[in-house]
Every structure is written in structure tokens, then in C-alpha cells.
T-cell receptor
């Protein structure tokens, strides 16, 4: 199978930092994406990793370790509007189809 | 706004009926993807079209079919609808979407289908 595991829910405080982890099976790996999705809305692209290491984009960073089948999304200076579901998605090759995790529902509190 | 458009936004129909969902990709994108998202499951890949041809298939039911037209818009046809087909259906597009490449997929706003 192509299991992608991420925590179901997380809670963090406004202004803090939160790390959302994602693990996946490594066979056929061809890239990993993070998307943000507010309830009932479209997923929006946050980041892409295909090589090991950290990709930084403003308040958002994403890390990948291909040998460990592991990624994380780091959100800094949390804002209330960051409350959303964060989806980890992996391209396992065979075209460009993505396999999504079930998402991590992040709640940002005051 | 991703540049991907989908119509209709909402659709309410009865069991046994047939519906068509429409998607227009971002300008210049050749690949279109369809995903289903129901409450108890994450985003499930259904099917991909590249420049008019089927490129990849996921767990798409035989009651469902899709096509991509010469102007690159795509339609997803759902027939003999069941209660369990109620879900959000998303279309995404990417520049290429060929084997051994990885393009970013940009998602449309979705069509919420309710089967009563």
C-alpha cells in the first residue's frame, strides 16, 4: 500500500510555532506536497519537496528525509487564519497522481 | 484564486440519477485531475487526463467516467447515483503531468454533490 500517516488533530497558540509530521512508504517516491485546506474550500498549495532538506517560504517551511520516508511542515508566528486542515500528499510515480493523507486539523487558539 | 474553475458549485439530486460536473483548467495547463473528498475519507484520486487522453486512473467506480475535450476542459459524469456518492468533487490542473515528472497541482473550488 501507499500509507501516508499524519496526526488527526493539533492545537497551538497564536504566535507560536507548530510542526506537523507526515510519514509515507518510500517505494516509487517522486515528490511530496503540502496543501492547506479550509473547511469546504479548495486545497491550496503550500510547498513541494523532492530532495532531502528544508524548503523555506515565509512563515512556512517543509522538510524531507527520503531515506526515512518522513516530512514535516513547520508553521511559525501562528495566526488565527492558519486554523485549517494541512494535507500531506505524495507522488508515487506513474504519472503525476497524488496520494493524500487524511489531513491534520490545526486549531490556533488565543 | 487558483485559476481553475468548476461548475456547478452545488448539486442536489436523487439516487439513480446522472450528473455531469465541469472543470476548466488554468490557462496553459494540459493535465486535469479529478478527486473525490467525502467526510470520512481524505482526497481520493479518481482519474487524470493529459491533452485529451486518459493518463492515470485511481479507484474510480465503473459508474463514473470522464473526458477531456479539445479546448482542455473536462467533464466528470456520475451515473446511477447512490447516497454514498455524496461528496466534494475537486478538479485540479497542472502544466504537464507526465510520467517521471512532478508538477504542482492547483485545485478548483469544487462541486458539492448531495444525493438524496
Amino acid at each position: 500500500g501507499q500509507n501516508i500517516d499524519q496526526p488527526t488533530e493539533m492545537t497551538a497558540t497564536e504566535g507560536a510555532i507548530v510542526q506537523i509530521n507526515c510519514t509515507y512508504q518510500t517505494s516509487g517516491f517522486n515528490g511530496l506536497f503540502w496543501y492547506q485546506q479550509h473547511a469546504g474550500e479548495a486545497p491550496t498549495f503550500l510547498s513541494y519537496n523532492v530532495l532531502d532538506g528544508l524548503e523555506e517560504k515565509g512563515r512556512f517551511s517543509s522538510f524531507l528525509s527520503r531515506s526515512k520516508g518522513y516530512s514535516y511542515l513547520l508553521l511559525k508566528e501562528l495566526q488565527m487564519k492558519d486554523s485549517a486542515s494541512y494535507l500531506c500528499a505524495v507522488n508515487m510515480g506513474g504519472g503525476n497522481k497524488l496520494t493524500f493523507g487524511t489531513g491534520t486539523q490545526l486549531k490556533v487558539e488565543l | 484564486d487558483s485559476g481553475v474553475t468548476q461548475t456547478p458549485k452545488h448539486l442536489i439530486t436523487a439516487t439513480g440519477q446522472r450528473v455531469t460536473l465541469r472543470c476548466s483548467p488554468r490557462s496553459g495547463d494540459l493535465s486535469v485531475y479529478w478527486y473525490q473528498q467525502s467526510l470520512d475519507q481524505g482526497l481520493q484520486f479518481l482519474i487524470q487526463y493529459y491533452n485529451g487522453e486518459e493518463r492515470a486512473k485511481g479507484n474510480i467506480l465503473e459508474r463514473f467516467s470522464a473526458q477531456q475535450f479539445p479546448d482542455l476542459h473536462s467533464e466528470l459524469n456520475l451515473s446511477s447515483l447512490e447516497l454514498g456518492d455524496s461528496a466534494l468533487y475537486f478538479c485540479a490542473s497542472s502544466v504537464l503531468g507526465l510520467a517521471h515528472t512532478t508538477d504542482t497541482q492547483y485545485f478548483g473550488p469544487g462541486t458539492r454533490l448531495t444525493v438524496l
